[in-house]
C-alpha cells in the first residue's frame, strides 16, 4: 500500500468507513447467503440461483461463483442436485469428458424463482433508504466499477469456451493465427 498516492489511501480509508458501517446497518451480508429452504442446504440453494441468474455455467465457473469451493465438493453438491432433478449435467464437448456445464431443470427453475424474489426482496431494502436519483447515481458508479475491474460477462465466458472447444476439434497445423489474432492492425505500423 506504500506506493499509493494520497489520494488514494484517503479514499481507501473511506471505503474501509464506509463498509463497517453498512456492516453495522446489517446489510453488508450477501443477497444470496443463507436464501431460506427446508430441504437444500445454503450452498445448493446458491448454486441454483447462479444457474438461474446464468442459465448454463461450466462446473468449474460454478465452483468459482460459489467461493471457489474445490470440485470435489461441487461434484458432490451437484449430485445430490441431479438426485433432487433440480439440475442436470451435459458434456460440452464430445470427444472431452473433462468438459461439464450444468443447467436447471424445470423444477430447479421454479425453485430458483422463489430464490430470486428473495434477492430481490432483499436487494429493494438496501435500495428504499435512498430516493429515486441516489439510486440510479449509485446503480451507474456500480456498473462503472464492475466495467473497470474487467469482470467477463456470461456470454463471454461461453465464447470463450466454445472457441476452446472448436480449438480442440481443429488440428493444430490447421490454421496459423491472423494479425487480427495476435493484436496487429493494418494502422499499426
Known amino acids: 500500500m506504500s506506493e499509493l498516492s494520497v489520494e488514494v489511501r484517503v479514499q481507501v480509508a473511506r471505503l474501509r468507513n464506509l463498509i463497517i458501517d453498512v456492516a453495522r446497518c446489517g446489510a453488508l451480508g450477501s443477497p444470496i447467503g443463507s436464501l431460506p429452504h427446508h430441504e437444500l442446504d445454503p450452498m445448493e440453494v446458491q448454486a441454483i440461483w447462479w444457474l438461474k441468474a446464468e442459465s448454463l455455467l461450466p462446473v468449474n465457473v460454478l465452483a468459482d461463483r460459489?467461493?471457489?469451493?474445490a470440485l470435489p465438493r461441487l461434484s458432490r453438491l451437484l449430485d445430490r442436485l441431479e438426485d433432487a432433478k433440480l439440475v442436470q449435467r451435459e458434456r460440452s464437448v464430445r470427444h472431452d469428458r473433462r468438459r461439464v456445464r450444468v443447467r436447471l431443470t424445470e423444477q430447479g427453475r421454479a425453485l430458483a424463482e422463489n430464490a430470486d424474489s428473495v434477492v430481490q426482496e432483499r436487494m429493494a431494502r438496501l435500495l428504499m433508504p435512498l430516493g429515486g436519483e441516489q439510486r440510479s447515481a449509485l446503480i451507474d458508479l456500480l456498473e462503472g466499477w464492475v466495467e473497470a475491474l474487467g469482470c467477463w460477462n456470461r456470454a463471454e465466458e461461453m465464447?470463450?469456451?466454445?472457441?476452446?472447444?472448436?480449438?480442440a476439434r481443429e488440428p493444430h497445423h490447421a490454421r496459423l493465427p491472423s494479425l487480427e489474432d495476435v493484436g496487429v492492425t493494418a494502422n499499426a505500423a
Do not use: M, N
Request: proline fraction near 0%; charged fraction near 30%.
Open 159 to 167: 465464447a470463450a469456451e466454445e472457441s476452446d472447444a472448436d480449438a
Open 66 to 69: 460459489l467461493g471457489g469451493i
